[in-house]
């Protein structure tokens, strides 16, 4: 995944507005007024958060008659995923180091 391309997920999740609106894209496809019912902001409002995680790639928006449904879309949030877990590994390797650490140092309390 390109970089620019990571930073506009990361940026649209940066909100926590944003997150909400995904969260409850989780659930399923919805309309822009019931994902707009929740907050204390107007249709418009809402309407721009959803623009963010369009660009983002976060969201799709279709178009059936009157109604455009929301949908989530899961592929940048796996690459956030994938991206992430390279400094889970990494921290999970340096608390194990810590903790195998921490053993030497109460063996050695205990011989003292």
């Known amino acids: 995944m390109s970089a620019d391309r990571l930073s506009a ?15 409850r894209l989780a ?3 919805t309309s822009v007024t019931e994902l707009a019912a929740p907050f204390d902001m107007s249709l418009p409002a809402v309407t721009k ?11 799709t928006q279709g178009r059936q008659a009157q109604w455009r ?20 590994q990494f921290w999970e390797q340096r608390l194990d180091r810590l903790e195998e650490y921490l053993r030497e140092l109460q063996a050695q309390e205990k011989k003292e």
């Open 49 to 59: 958060h959803l623009k963010v995680l369009q660009r983002a790639g976060l969201i």
């Open 9 to 23: 997920t990361f940026a649209a999740l940066a909100d926590p507005t944003r997150r909400a609106i995904l969260a």
């Open 27 to 29: 659930s399923g496809e």
């Open 69 to 88: 449904p929301c949908k989530l879309e899961a592929k940048p949030l796996r690459d956030v995923s994938d991206w992430v877990e390279q400094y889970r």
